[in-house]
């Protein structure tokens, strides 16, 4: 498995919680999960999160410029890695479940299914469940949750309602997301016996698509939740590009401006 981040926190992205002086940050999470099939069986290709700073009682309105967030992905290297990624990936929906200040997911009923299926006792997907089941209602102490396939106008396909609600992905990013396209990664990653440069290719293009992916709901439930808002939107790859240029040479090949 291979992880990506931004963060020089990544281990404790909602800020410390064992230090009285120091208060967590309020972050609006985004989560996306890119899975293949492996002749019947799932395989998961790649989850990414996109952290945005909100405020806990005003609207955050953004620039139309490139949008400063944190991320964290978490890639296959191996057809074998699915139990990995879902190993680090439950410890992280624990904390945000209880740490984050709202988690905005794309038909997370689907992607949580799966995973109970794959990993059945795991904690943060059995207390995200829960979570999603009362989102309307939410308990005190737990991360506000939206479902941008249930609870806003919703066109099916993330990219499709990202389009109806004038956040389009653009041509660079929307590839990476495709269903065919994650499935033709897998394939290659399947063939690549080991090879470093096909698994960085995979693992770039996977990282690519679940992160867009993670930043479109993020921004989608953010303005749905009231915590975010803009007359013309931040550009998805250039927020990105900002952020991950380093990590991902193969879709952002040059170093943006600062």
Request: one cysteine or more; glycine letters at 8%.
């Amino acid at each position: 498995m291979r992880r990506l981040t931004n963060l020089g926190w990544s281990d404790v992205p909602y800020g410390a919680t064992d230090h009285l002086v120091q208060s967590k940050k309020r972050l609006l999470t985004g989560i996306a999960l890119l899975w293949a099939d492996a002749g019947g069986t799932p395989v998961l290709m790649g989850a990414g999160a996109v952290l945005v700073n909100v405020h806990r009682t005003k609207t955050v309105q953004l620039s139309p410029g490139p949008l400063n967030l944190g991320y964290i992905a978490w890639l296959a290297e191996r057809e074998e890695d699915t139990e990995s990624i879902l190993k680090v990936l439950d410890v992280f929906l624990v904390q945000t479940r209880r740490d984050a200040h709202a988690l905005a997911w794309h038909n997370a009923a689907d992607d949580l299914h799966v995973m109970k299926t794959l990993r059945p006792n795991s904690a943060g997907v059995t207390g995200i469940t829960e979570a999603w089941k009362s989102r309307r209602t939410p308990d005190t102490g737990i991360a506000r949750c939206v479902d941008t396939a249930i609870d806003m106008p919703s066109n099916g396909l993330l990219a499709d309602t990202a389009d109806a609600h004038w956040l389009p992905l653009g041509h660079a990013l929307l590839p990476h997301q495709e269903q065919g396209h994650v499935q033709q990664r897998y394939r290659d990653l399947a063939e690549a016996a080991g090879d470093p440069k096909t698994i960085d290719g995979v693992t770039q293009s996977v990282a690519a698509g679940a992160l867009a992916q993670a930043y479109t709901v993020a921004l989608l439930g953010g303005r749905h939740l009231g915590l975010l808002d803009w007359e013309e939107p931040p550009p998805a790859f250039a927020s990105l590009e900002r952020v991950a240029w380093d990590e991902l040479p193969n879709l952002f090949r040059t170093t943006p401006a600062a």
